[in-house]
């Protein structure tokens, strides 16, 4: 039933993404099964929406931070698994180019999110029809609530101006909230359109499912649904509401994952095999984990950024020379002990990065287990550890910062990453802004290589000037507020709708 079930959407979607009559007419079956339960639509919404493939389909956006830098070939190695099509797919995001579209990539995010969010509007729009009793009814309501929410959340860090940066009358994405198939262009709604409608999908998300009995990692749940909260109200920055949510989500949870005793990360391994060492996402170890999606295309941050064996094609990878690397931001050092080397220090680099070898170079990414993604293992996760450092965010943030509770979450989240640790105070910190500057920086290192957290902070926290070097020793630059801090529209959409177009400057080598 599931497949025929799943059919049946798909069918509706190829409808709205504009597939001609004639195709719709073959596309169609006799084994069709229109949904009319609640379990119907549930499969519905977990079959075609939770967000399966979102990396897949975003890879572009990793290439635009300064968490990657380019590096060139090494001569005379052997070639491995990096290639050449992610080097030429997304070199043009890497350079903030005009279009980072080409002749070997195209951007699939923006239809799959719209995709999405069909779905949740074809639940929320049978809701009054549907056979299934008020709780099961309120259940579904708060998940697809939450699909079309986190929907266009997506989108707007995408393709619109941050919220902080863009006044509400600015244009945003088009919302859509009807599941009925047309040729119509949407026009883009404004900022205070699309964002008080994500917030009031929160809200309704958050009410629905307070009450709901949902235990499971893998289905959206109500922890889920303050996480999303909790970040919603950060990008608009109402902190005393980022404080609400995030603290009722450490009421339900409040684990945080030690990893101060976890070994060197050495690779990847099946977690079948007698040499598994577990990831950080890895659900049957880590209480943070209140949700877990996308495990589709097996595509993960480890395949993007892997180079096997030494070097010897030019690549884009992991930043580790450049003065803002990602990798110097970690605090660590190597000490000699009567037993052998002791890695003192931030273990989130150890753990949650592998180091060059003969078997890796550059670094590597690996949060979780690439091998396993299609399967039980997922690779974005909504955890407490991000909670903790919005809430440090919020509180240092608000109108009257509270110094204490910023120490407070900052303490609890650092003391179950780094050995030895010694607690930070007030007195470590020369002003407020210099401590926002820490929780900031902390932020990154945190949340490194986790969904597009990097991208997307950038963007809220001040659009700072980046620059990457290419190849030849060129240099692209991103002015600070440059207007590129904004994705343009997919071709296709720009040629279907002329509306749909967010201009980037033209970008020239120094």
């Not at 309501?141 to 995408?158: C, D, I, K, M, V």
């Not at 550059?362 to 919005?390: A, C, L, M």
């Not at 120490?407 to 020369?430: M, Q, V, W």
Request: hydrophobic share 35%.
């Amino acid at each position: 039933m599931m497949k025929a079930i799943c059919k049946y959407i798909l069918v509706v979607i190829l409808m709205t993404m504009a597939i001609s009559c004639d195709d719709f007419l073959e596309t169609t079956s006799q084994d069709l099964i229109v949904p009319k339960t609640v379990e119907h639509y549930k499969e519905l919404l977990q079959g075609e929406g939770y967000f399966k493939e979102f990396l897949a389909k975003s890879v572009f956006a990793l290439y635009m931070t300064d968490d990657v830098e380019y590096f060139d070939a090494v001569a005379g190695g052997s070639w491995g698994g990096f290639g050449d099509s992610n080097f030429e797919s997304y070199g043009d995001s890497y350079k903030w180019e005009t279009e980072i579209e080409n002749d070997v990539m195209t951007d699939r995010c923006y239809q799959y999110l719209y995709k999405q969010i069909l779905v949740a509007n074809t639940c929320i729009s049978a809701l009054d029809e549907m056979e299934g009793t008020d709780a099961e009814k309120k259940i579904l309501s708060g998940q697809a609530h939450f699909t079309r929410a986190f929907g266009y959340f997506l989108l707007a860090n995408f393709y619109a101006q941050a919220y902080n940066e863009a006044q509400a009358t600015d244009p945003c994405v088009p919302l859509v909230l009807d599941p009925t198939p047309t040729m119509e262009k949407f026009p883009r709604a404004t900022m205070e359109e699309v964002w008080g409608r994500i917030k009031s999908d929160v809200e309704e998300a958050i009410s629905s499912l307070e009450k709901a009995n949902i235990s499971g990692i893998y289905e959206i749940n109500y922890g889920a649904a303050l996480i999303l909260g909790v970040r919603v109200a950060l990008f608009m920055e109402d902190f005393d509401l980022v404080i609400e949510y995030g603290e009722k989500v450490l009421k339900i949870n409040s684990s945080l994952y030690d990893i101060t005793d976890k070994p060197v990360s050495t690779g990847t391994s099946s977690p079948t095999s007698s040499n598994f060492q577990d990831k950080f996402i890895y659900p049957a170890n880590n209480p943070e984990i209140m949700w877990l999606y996308d495990n589709g295309e097996k595509e993960s941050h480890y395949d993007v950024f892997y180079v096997g064996g030494i070097l010897a094609g030019d690549c884009i990878s992991i930043s580790s020379a450049a003065s803002n690397s990602i990798v110097s931001m970690f605090d660590y050092q190597i000490v000699e002990t009567e037993g052998g080397n002791v890695i003192e220090g931030d273990k989130r680099f150890t753990y949650w990065i592998i180091a060059p070898s003969a078997s890796y170079y550059p670094y590597v990414p690996i949060k979780y287990d690439h091998y396993n993604i299609v399967g039980e293992d997922y690779q974005s996760s909504f955890r407490t550890g991000e909670v903790y450092i919005s809430l440090a965010e919020a509180y240092a943030r608000k109108t009257n910062p509270e110094i204490d509770k910023v120490l407070e979450y900052l303490n609890a989240l650092r003391s179950h990453r780094i050995k030895p640790y010694t607690s930070l105070n007030s007195g470590d910190f020369a002003s407020v802004d210099a401590l926002i500057k820490f929780v900031w920086d902390e932020r990154r290192r945190e949340l490194c290589f986790e969904e597009h957290h990097r991208w997307w902070d950038l963007r809220r926290t001040g659009q700072p000037a980046l620059s990457h070097t290419w190849m030849g020793g060129e240099v692209y630059k991103l002015k600070e507020k440059d207007p590129a801090y904004v994705i343009n529209f997919p071709q296709l959409e720009r040629e279907f709708n002329s509306a749909l177009n967010n201009a980037r400057p033209i970008r020239l080598p120094e």
